[in-house]
C-alpha cells in the first residue's frame, strides 16, 4: 500500500547508516519490525509473576516422554 510521509531527514539518515540500509523503505521496515517486536515482548512481560504453575511439574521429564 503507497503511503507518504513526511520523516525527519536527520532520523532516517542515522537510521540508514546504523542499519547500513540501501534504502529509506528498509530502514522504515526494520524500524517497523522491531518495535512491533518489541511491543510483543512488553506484553509478554506482563504476563511474568500471573500464571499459576504446580510446584511438583519436571518439565525435564515431560522433554523425555516420547
Known amino acids: 500500500m503507497p503511503t507518504n510521509l513526511a520523516l525527519d531527514d536527520k532520523l532516517i539518515s542515522e537510521a540508514l547508516k ?22 510483543k515482548q512488553q ?15 519436571d518439565y525435564k521429564k515431560q522433554r523425555s516422554v516420547k
Do not use: N, P, Q
Not at 29 to 39: D, S, V
Not at 43 to 57: P, R, V
Open 18 to 39: 546504523i542499519g547500513k540500509h540501501k534504502t529509506k523503505k528498509e530502514a522504515v521496515t526494520a524500524a517497523l519490525l522491531e518495535y512491533i517486536r518489541f511491543r
Open 43 to 57: 506484553k509478554i512481560k506482563e504476563l511474568f509473576g500471573t500464571i499459576e504453575y504446580e510446584d511438583d511439574y
